[in-house]
């Protein structure tokens, strides 16, 4: 199964670089203090290369599901913490059966053997929104600090997550594509919090650049209001970009008026796609670990912003398709998922990898 099934590896792009507004950049502008120096993106990157690879999938291409064998192919990981559930981790992840997703959980105790998968969020009823499936993970945590542990926040008694969505089955992320809203008593098992998607293609001020199909949500929650970077897409060149809406209260939510934040870069690693947007507080700064498509492969990268308005991306892949020395990511290394372990000061980055074992779930540690 290819990355979107038809993305063309010779596609031609005429994307100019641009400043926040939209208009093509004029070299005194490049000096604002939105802007970040190289000498920054390379320290502010430095931590996060180098790391060194899990030699097997954590979560494997043909992992049988009690109840749901059918499903294979695994992707978009995103792992966490349950408050009371001390020294468990779980991780949400999708799986297609040949005509849509559903979303699964797992857990483990040693952040490497993942046990217990079951599902998660299944399909939507004939005729709405979700119907093709849900893919959760976009949670709502009690921090956003990167090094803080990665824990499910009550909100009004509940768990929160955004999710992405399809409207038919039959295929492989069926356009157009929404969004919704979730929730849970348990963190484990996830239902609709309300019963209209909260972003599409259909609103009015849906922009030039996302009308084809909206894409997957990121939530983060900082200083009293929630921002979803998602990605989206235009046709007919199949270029995905990264945007931001905002939200007072996760169910309303209002499109940022300087969409894209995170744009494709002609020749570049992300010439194709910027997607899969995941933000976390490093320091002084914001970091979004994303994947780009360009050059023959998708790669993770990352963008940096002090405000997490405007963001500027480092041009190097942090780790590049082919990395694996198994093969495990020959074609594909995307949709990560980043979480640190404090005992032994180790990060755990899980991401999907596409290779000589199918579409499955691979994982770099900072530390051996």
């Not at 031609?12 to 950049?25: I, N």
């Not at 945007?243 to 007072?248: F, K, M, N, V, Y």
């Not at 050059?295 to 405000?307: K, L, N, P, V």
């Amino acid at each position: 199964m290819g990355l979107k099934q038809t993305v063309k590896h010779n596609m031609k792009l005429t994307v100019s670089p641009r400043d926040r507004t939209g208009d093509v950049m004029k070299p005194q502008e490049q000096a604002a203090p939105w802007n970040i120096e190289q000498g920054d993106l390379d320290a502010w990157a430095a931590p996060y290369r180098g790391w060194h690879y899990a030699a097997e999938p954590v979560i494997a291409a043909d992992m049988q599901i009690p109840g749901h064998e059918k499903f294979h192919n695994f992707d978009a990981p995103t792992v966490y913490q349950i408050p009371g559930a001390a020294g468990k981790w779980f991780m949400s992840f999708i799986g297609f059966n040949g005509q849509g997703y559903n979303s699964f959980v797992a857990e483990s105790e040693d952040m490497v053997h993942w046990t217990a998968p079951r599902l998660a969020m299944g399909f939507g009823k004939a005729g709405e929104f979700d119907f093709g499936g849900c893919v959760i993970g976009a949670y709502l945590y009690e921090s956003y600090d990167i090094r803080a542990p990665r824990l499910l926040k009550r909100r009004h008694g509940k768990y929160w997550t955004l999710y992405g969505c399809y409207a038919r089955q039959g295929a492989y992320e069926i356009d157009p594509g929404y969004e919704g809203v979730a929730c849970s008593e348990d963190g484990l098992c996830w239902r609709r919090a309300q019963d209209r998607y909260i972003l599409s293609v259909h609103e009015a001020n849906v922009g030039e650049w996302e009308k084809h199909c909206i894409y997957q949500p990121w939530l983060v929650e900082h200083q009293g209001r929630f921002y979803n970077y998602y990605n989206a897409k235009h046709m007919p060149d199949w270029i995905e970009q990264m945007g931001l809406a905002t939200s007072q209260d996760l169910l309303g939510w209002s499109r940022y008026a300087d969409n894209p934040i995170v744009r494709v870069r002609p020749g570049g690693y992300d010439e194709q796609f910027c997607s899969d947007g995941k933000v976390f507080r490093d320091g002084d700064h914001w970091v979004m670990f994303y994947f780009g498509v360009g050059r023959g492969g998708a790669h993770i990268m990352a963008a940096f912003s002090r405000d997490l308005l405007h963001w500027t991306a480092h041009p190097e892949p942090l780790y590049r398709a082919g990395g694996h020395p198994g093969g495990l990511d020959a074609t594909y290394a995307h949709k990560v998922s980043l979480v640190y372990e404090a005992a032994s000061d180790t990060f755990y980055l899980y991401y999907c990898a596409v290779g000589n074992r199918g579409r499955c779930i691979g994982l770099l540690t900072s530390r051996i």
